[in-house]
């Protein structure tokens, strides 16, 4: 069992340093830019060592990594609740509210969707790697969601495929666009664009 210090243990202090760094990335990546925030910049947003960093993260790309997967994860159990509560809802309302919950997740805070869309860009092959599996991820759960709508007989019985890769990549334009207005556009009016790119795409004759 790992020594206390105060008590509390050194887990927890680990945990709270962790989440600390975490925070303060997040808000210098998103302020100050990735490529320009430096290591020692973090660790005094965070009010850590340096050594404390090396404890945690390999890297400032590692700790842009893990924030990156973390905005994506909550968002898609953000989502994935919200559908588990609809039981035998028809296809429009599902598709309304998994966008709705998704929107609000990820407009929640501006910086969130400033750091996975516009800060994440390009930045090594792993995040490239990330992001694509991310891509893989959201494209699949929209088109779970279009094979739904086919089953009920509001959408032609098709691929969708392409369609939701294509929307994964409408979502992300949108909400990139979104963030970069001081103050961000209106969350409705975001979301209604998105609402009705889904119907439309999904809804289309084959």
């Known amino acids: 069992m790992g020594r206390s210090y105060g008590g509390v243990a050194a887990e927890q202090r680990r945990a709270e340093r962790r989440e600390k760094l975490l925070r303060a990335a997040l808000q210098l990546f998103t302020t100050t830019g990735f490529a320009q925030t430096k290591i020692s910049q973090l660790c005094a947003e965070a009010g850590v060592s340096t050594r404390n960093f090396y404890e945690e993260f390999d890297s400032k790309e590692q700790v842009l990594l893990v924030l990156h997967d973390l905005i994506n994860s909550l968002a898609l159990q953000r989502v994935t609740d919200a559908l ?16 709705d919950a998704f929107v609000a997740s990820v407009t929640s805070d501006p ?3 400033r750091l996975n869309y516009v800060e994440a860009v390009g930045v090594n092959a792993d995040l490239e790697r990330q992001h694509l599996r991310w891509v893989v991820r959201w494209a699949e759960f929209i088109e779970a969601e279009a094979r739904h709508a086919a ?36 969350v409705d ?10 119907f439309a795409a999904i809804t289309r004759p084959a």
Request: proline share 6%.
């Open 151 to 186: 089953a009920q007989g509001v959408a032609p019985d098709r691929s969708y495929r392409l369609t939701a890769i294509a929307l994964v990549g409408a979502v992300t334009g949108l909400l990139r666009e979104w963030q970069a207005h001081d103050p961000p556009l209106d």
């Open 84 to 99: 588990a509560g609809l039981g035998d809802a028809d296809a429009a309302t599902r598709i309304a509210t998994l966008l």
């Open 189 to 198: 009016e975001i979301a209604a664009e998105i609402r009705g790119l889904m």
């Open 111 to 113: 910086r969130l969707p």
